[in-house]
């Protein structure tokens, strides 16, 4: 995240909070970012072959149905020349904004999809562990074979089986015959 991103981040959450639309400014902020971080999209806005009037109209088309704020800052930047500051406003904006709710991002990995009840236990026990609530995203990653590796923060808790056996790989590999 640049410094730039975190300004305008922190200026759109001022604006955001005054018009109670947070999460709707959000959502908005990922449905741009997950767009723009289509394979060819990004070197597209940043070309220095398009004209002023032709990246205004992508951009237009980016932003159609958005929240007001979410265009309107689109706009700035693109008319102080730093469109590359979208690429990175969402991610600090939701940074900032899980910080003004007292929350913390963290990952789980599964080797399989997780059922509804056992997704709201692990929310529960990050919560326990962290002492606060804890937005979670949950991956699938098959090589983990079984088991789950949970990431607060910075902290890694590692239950899946792949580690297991590693470890035991790594005990067997050092034990004398």
Do not use: C
Request: hydrophobic letters at 50%; proline letters at 3%; charged letters at 25%.
């Amino acid at each position: 995240m640049t410094l730039l991103a975190k300004r305008y981040a922190s200026a759109l959450l001022l604006a955001a909070r005054a018009a109670s639309a947070e999460d709707a400014i959000a959502s908005d902020l990922a449905a741009v970012h997950a767009a723009v971080r289509v394979p060819g999209v990004r070197p597209m806005i940043a070309s220095p072959d398009l004209t002023e009037q032709e990246r205004e109209r992508v951009l237009a088309k980016l932003t159609a149905g958005r929240h007001t704020l979410v265009q309107n800052l689109v706009k700035v930047l693109q008319h102080r020349h730093r469109i590359d500051v979208l690429f990175d406003i969402q991610p600090a904006f939701r940074a900032l904004l899980m910080a003004q709710r007292g929350e913390l991002e963290g990952i789980v990995e599964t080797a399989r999809p997780l059922a509804a009840e056992d997704e709201s236990r692990l929310r529960e026990v990050a919560g326990k562990i962290a002492g606060r609530k804890v937005a979670l995203t949950v991956q699938v990653r098959p090589e983990l074979v079984g088991g789950v590796r949970l990431r607060i923060g910075n902290v890694l808790y590692d239950g899946s089986l792949q580690s297991a056996l590693t470890q035991l790989e790594k005990k067997l590999l050092q034990a004398t015959l």
